[in-house]
Structure formats: C-alpha cells, structure tokens
C-alpha cells in the first residue's frame, strides 16, 4: 500500500514543479494590456456629471452576449473570495507566487470587461453595481479539501471557464466581443495546463492519492454560479443560451483532462487508485458522460 502523504509534504514535494511550471506559464502568456480592447472614443458621461443616464436602447449586444458578459464580470468580481480560498491552501515560497500571478490575471479580466461594457453602455450600470453588491457581499466558499483536490478541481474549473469564453467569441457578436471572449479563453486554458501540469507531477509522487482526488473532484465538481435579476441561476440560463451546458461537461470539460492524465490507462497505482478509477467509471456510465 502506497503511503499517504500530507498536504504539507506534497506542497514541499511539488514546489519545484510549481516554480518550474510558474516559468513556463510567464513565458505563455501573452502580457496583453485591457485598455487596448476597450472603444474609449465611445465614452461619454452619465447624468451624474451632465451626461445621460443609461436607457436599454443604448445596448448593442444581443440578450445572449449581455448574459455571458455580465456573468463573467461578476465572477471575476468575486475574486477576493476566490483569491481567499486558493491563497489559504497555498501560502508559501512558488505556490504564494503563482497565487499572486492567478490573481493579478483574474482581475486583469474583470478590468477589460466592466470597462468594455461601461464604455460601450451595453448593460445597465446601476443594476450591474447592485448585482456585484450583492454577489460579492455573498461571497464564496469552498469545503475544506486537501492540495491535490484543491489542484484538480482548479484544472476543471479553468477548462470549464475556457469553454464559456469560447462560445461567447462564438457568438459572433461583434469584434470587440469576440476578441475579449478569446482573450480571457487562452488565459483560462493556460491556467487549467498549470494546475493539471502539477496533478500530472503529483503522479510521480503518490498516485493512488492523486486518482482519489480526481474522482471525488468530478463527482462533486460544479461552475461558480451568480444569482440573476429574475430569480434563475446563471448556469440554468447559460445552458438554455448555448454558452455552457453542464450536461456536456462529461465530453468538454473532464475527458480532456482525463485523458491528460491518462486517468483509464494507468498501471502505476494500487488498490485505492483502482478503486477510484471504478467509482469515475460507474459514475461517467451513469451520466452517460
């Protein structure tokens, strides 16, 4: 039998790989700037300082894109409680140091997209602010998890992310649209290597561990969500849009990484990674994932 490994060992056995994939990941992306996505000469004032007040006619965007962006804001809102429930699980050396570089990217997304959306008037400012109010007084938080649940939920999450930012670009709504849509997409791919880079390295050390934290993490896996005006959740209504369909998760977000992780052909674990690797069977069988 394999021995169990504490989340202190493992974040001392895999810090080498942090800092080694913290390079690689530095050296992927690209050092865009928000500002540059963002039609400036579109501003004007609100009735605050003279201007005019928004009114629904001044929007562009269809229904779907107004949905998809302000979800995506708002998600990246929060990013203090996100931040909050990384950061408590890595506090030290590399780890702190991606933590810090993860944060400063969200919210680089979160820039981008509210000043598209205030420049361009294409939401309703006032219940936009009242919404974020509210989603980040609300808050978020994890259960408790252990560092290689943490890592495999985060690898989900991202992919997960990616897929939604995809299919807004695929709106084909309008240039700008598209090209913040795929913008924030290629961050949210490189982030899910990140993480599932170091899952890939947690292998190496204690496999059976690892394939226990990928199942539990697809069998209890679930997007943020945000709490709309009309009472609905955003993924009940991103589904009904075509911008993300929790029933595709199976194929779109975790058989990727499975296969990544060569999850279903392994021949490096014991009795605890096979009995994981049967529990995800019976439940992707169940879901038809």
């Not at 109010?133 to 938080?141: A, D, I, Q, V, W």
């Not at 299919?167 to 598209?178: Q, S, Y």
Request: with cysteine; proline share 3%; glycine share 6%.
């Amino acid at each position: 039998m394999q021995t169990l490994l504490t989340d202190r060992e493992l974040l001392a056995a895999l810090a080498d790989e942090v800092e080694l994939n913290l390079g690689r990941h530095i050296a992927a992306a690209d050092g865009w700037q928000p500002h540059d996505y963002v039609p400036w000469d579109d501003g004007r004032n609100f009735g605050f300082l003279g201007g005019v007040d928004w009114e629904p006619e001044q929007s562009e965007l269809s229904e779907t894109a107004k949905l998809a962006l302000t979800v995506s804001v708002l998600i990246a809102d929060n990013l203090p409680s996100y931040h909050r429930e990384i950061g408590k699980y890595l506090r030290t050396g590399s780890w702190w140091r991606w933590v810090g570089r993860w944060t400063a990217e969200e919210n680089r997304h979160e820039i981008m997209i509210r000043n598209y959306l205030m420049v361009t008037r294409s939401v309703d400012p006032v219940q936009l602010e009242r919404l974020r109010m509210e989603h980040m007084t609300k808050g978020f938080r994890r259960p408790a998890l252990h560092l290689l649940d943490l890592l495999a939920t985060c690898a989900f999450e991202e992919a997960a992310a990616a897929i939604r930012h995809r299919n807004t670009a695929a709106l084909g709504e309008n240039k700008m649209v598209t090209a913040i849509a795929e913008r924030i997409a290629v961050d949210d791919e490189l982030q899910s290597i990140f993480f599932a880079e170091l899952i890939t390295a947690a292998f190496g050390i204690a496999p059976d561990q690892t394939m226990r934290a990928i199942a539990d993490s697809v069998a209890s896996f679930h997007v943020p969500t945000v709490a709309l005006p009309d009472g609905r959740s955003s993924d009940e209504v991103l589904a009904e849009a075509g911008i993300y369909d929790g029933a595709k998760e199976g194929e779109l977000v975790f058989t990727p990484l499975l296969e990544r992780w060569e999850f279903f052909t392994r021949t490096d674990i014991g009795e605890v990674g096979e009995k994981a690797r049967a529990e995800l069977a019976r439940l992707r069988t169940s879901s038809h994932a």
